[in-house]
């Protein structure tokens, strides 16, 4: 036998003798994967990977989440499914209305304008959080909480007149996505053409003039996507742009209530961080467009208020349809108080 091969036998025999493992190397009890939509770089990808990071430490490794960015395991319907089946553990992601209609409360406009009012309604306590969490219970899903990606508003190829008065007729051709009944009919109330334009072709639609502006997502979203083509962007605080930390429900009931209330309580925490992140977050977008030669538009309180008052009585009558009469009951419920 040559001499380094004894060394190395009688080495593990040490280690062996002294109850170690060698290099101490301990496999999790439990493994965990974590789709989202956000790219690794993005503020909503670094909450992914901080939710898997806080949650080993906690359980001392004992839970290993991977997270795969990005849409990698498939599109937010697709991983949808996929969560409901269990071949998914945990989805960053918006929820899909396939399995559930009344799942648009989540983009259902100007139930929240400001940011105080939706972290009210949107965290754990709050009757939208609630609500969702009903609805996908059927689903074999539960909610561990909410990542607020930022408020909702509009950008256009070019100069929007009187964008704060809902009474104007504007002559501008404005885009929501194929299935946004709830802001379509927002938008045509709000003085504008309305068409309906798959993601894919969006970025040539505004450019070749096919369209004047589209509306669905956020400023930062608008910068990644469309800044160069991107004249005025009017910050309506229409919605709030989420992404919710879901958990396939039997996926959870199998692990141990220690474990069980680590998971939890990361998402709630990294949730209400992001809270008392999201205006400053915003703030500094819309300071970037400015920057990047965009006119900005941005509204006060009152303001805010006068539009989310106006869509409420000349909307949502509406569109009461996407939900069913006991959430939207709920819905005026909530806002009256």
């Known amino acids: 036998m040559h001499a380094p091969l004894r060394k190395l036998l009688a080495l593990s025999a040490a280690v062996l003798s002294l109850g170690l493992t060698p290099l101490a190397v301990q496999a999790a009890d439990t493994t965990l994967r974590l789709t989202t939509l ?12 901080q939710f898997a990071d806080e949650v080993k430490a906690r359980s001392a ?44 409360i989540a983009w259902f406009p ?17 009757f939208a959080y609630k609500l969702v969490d009903d609805m996908i219970a059927p689903q074999g899903l539960r909610l561990l909480g909410v990542y607020s990606a930022g408020m909702g508003g509009a950008g256009f190829t070019k100069a929007v007149p009187e964008p704060g008065n809902p009474e104007t007729k504007r002559g501008l051709r404005i885009r929501v996505w194929p299935g946004g009944t709830t802001h379509r009919v927002m938008m045509e109330r709000l003085g504008y053409q309305v068409a309906t334009v798959p993601w894919a072709e969006l970025y040539t639609a ?13 400023a930062e979203m608008a910068l990644d ?40 309580a ?53 569109i009461a349809g996407e939900l069913d009469a006991a959430t939207m009951q709920r819905l005026n419920d909530a806002v009256s108080h």
Do not use: C
Not at 206 to 216: A, E, H, K, R
């Open 266 to 318: 990361v998402a709630q925490e990294i949730s209400h961080k992001r809270f008392d992140e999201v205006r400053e977050a915003d703030t500094q977008y819309l300071k970037n467009m400015e920057e990047a030669g965009i006119e900005v538009v941005r509204f006060d309180d009152e303001t805010l208020a006068k539009l989310a008052d106006y869509t409420r009585k000349n909307v949502w009558p509406q």
């Open 225 to 264: 996507n469309f800044k160069d083509i991107t004249k005025t962007w009017v910050q309506y605080n229409d919605h709030l742009e989420l992404a919710w930390f879901v958990i396939n429900s039997k996926r959870l009931e199998s692990l141990p209530e220690q474990d069980r209330e680590i998971i939890l």
């Open 110 to 126: 100007y139930i929240a304008p400001t940011y105080a009012e939706a972290q009210e309604v949107f965290s754990a306590n709050g």
């Open 38 to 49: 956000f790219r690794p770089d993005s503020d909503g990808g670094k909450a992914a990977q």
């Open 206 to 218: 505004m450019q070749t003039g096919v369209i004047d502006g589209q509306i669905g997502g956020t």
């Open 61 to 104: 490794g004992r839970i290993e989440v991977t997270v795969f960015p990005a849409s990698q395991l498939g599109d937010w319907v697709e991983t949808h499914s996929q969560l409901m089946q269990g071949a998914i553990d945990i989805g960053l992601q918006p929820l899909s209305t396939n399995f559930d209609k009344r799942l648009a």
